[in-house]
């Protein structure tokens, strides 16, 4: 499912200029890596529009538009697992949010702290001083 249909939802107040400032995918949406602000593992990645990112910044609570169900989100409004914001970060393409947590509860819609639980897939991994260009 794509972004909002803008005549649905009410004009974002988003600050301008950041606004301005973001590269957003075709569905008008910016990646979300969030990541807890203690022990800095990332927990899950989520989905933002302007006015997500809005009331991310504004409230304090992390708030997402979900693709699938076609509407915003605020992480813990059903399943009592918080995300309590810490800060937001832009990154140096514009086109990804890091936000930092305090995470109560799972951060997994299957109950799991982290969406990145499943193992690590197979990969090289290289002695850094052997490696060459």
């Known amino acids: 499912m794509s972004a909002p249909d803008a005549s649905r939802i009410p004009r974002s107040s988003l600050d301008p ?71 937001v970060a832009l990154d140096c393409d514009a086109d990804t949010l890091l936000v930092r947590v305090d995470q109560v509860g799972a951060a997994c819609h299957r109950g799991t702290d982290t969406c990145f639980d499943d193992g690590d897939l197979r990969a090289v991994v290289l002695d850094p001083t052997e490696r060459t260009a």
């Open 17 to 87: 200029e950041l606004a301005a400032r973001l590269k957003r995918d075709v569905d008008g949406l910016i990646t979300a890596v969030v990541q807890d602000a203690t022990d800095h593992r990332v927990l899950m990645v989520g989905w933002m529009d302007d006015e997500a990112l809005h009331r991310t910044l504004t409230t304090g609570r992390a708030t997402y538009w979900s693709r699938s169900r076609g509407e915003y989100w605020r992480k813990g409004d059903t399943s009592g697992h918080v995300q309590w914001v810490r800060s």
